[in-house]
């Protein structure tokens, strides 16, 4: 299957600093990546929608000014925890669909850790 | 937008023995179902999927079924191994984007454990 590479797996930051999370495509072109969040023993939720060369579209009580996405290549997505509180602690997972078709299979990157302190 | 429900939560099956987890959907309009296996702290890996013009898919020892009358899809995976042990979750796509690449909403997942 296709390879979609998360950097990095695992970040410990302290409480009021920014962390940035890289989705990269490493064997196709994604002009959409898919950002979700998962609390331990829990499924994936949906964050956000990541679209190459425009606004990101967030869904319904995901913050866009504490989640910033940038997707500014076909091959790279950015998710920037701002302003980190202990909350926001969670292991986070982007995603690639390989086509523009409606049935298109998605792949996943290793996931990002992230503990605030 | 979509709904997905998973069950069950956790199984238990004795290695060699067959593993079956349901899903069902609601939005009839939704056309493909992919399965993903997550194991410990790693990002969940494509296991198998099928899209609606089939009933049956088959890879070695796992197969997916879906009915899309009733709406629901259901993963089978025979001669349990232990490597086989992960959370397991099922997929459906909620609505499309305005680029064309439909969104995933995920079931709520299966622990499953092959006991030795």
């Known amino acids: 299957g296709a390879v979609v590479s998360q950097h990095p797996s695992w970040v410990i930051c302290k409480s009021g600093t920014s962390v940035k999370i890289e989705c990269r495509s490493l064997d196709f072109q994604a002009t959409t990546m898919f950002w979700y969040r998962q609390f331990p023993k829990q499924s994936l939720m949906l964050m956000a929608t990541?679209?190459?060369?425009?606004?990101?579209?967030?869904e319904q009580g995901v913050e866009k000014d504490k989640f910033l996405i940038n997707h500014a290549s076909l091959t790279l997505s950015t998710l920037t925890v701002t302003s980190a509180h202990p909350e926001d602690s969670s292991f986070y997972i982007c995603?690639?669909?390989?086509?523009?078709?409606?049935?298109?299979?998605?792949?996943f990157g290793q996931g990002t850790r992230l503990t605030v302190v | 937008g979509e709904n997905v429900e998973q069950h069950p939560s956790t199984l238990s099956v004795q290695e060699g023995d067959s593993a079956v987890i349901k899903c069902t959907y609601s939005?009839?309009?939704?056309?493909?179902f992919p399965w993903y296996k997550q194991e410990l702290g790693k990002g969940p890996q494509l296991i198998i999927d099928i899209r609606s013009n089939v009933g049956e898919k088959k890879d070695q020892r796992i197969a997916v079924t879906l009915n899309k009358t009733a709406k629901h899809f259901s993963l089978h995976i025979t001669e349990t191994q232990p490597e086989d042990s992960a959370v397991y979750f099922c997929a459906a796509p909620s609505h499309i984007s305005n680029f064309g690449n439909e969104k995933l909403t995920f079931g709520t997942g299966t622990r499953l454990t092959i006991i030795p």
């Open positions: 995603s690639a669909p390989t086509g523009g078709s409606l049935d298109t299979e998605a792949f």
């Open positions: 990541s679209n190459e060369g425009s606004k990101a579209t967030y």
């Open positions: 939005d009839s309009a939704s056309n493909y």
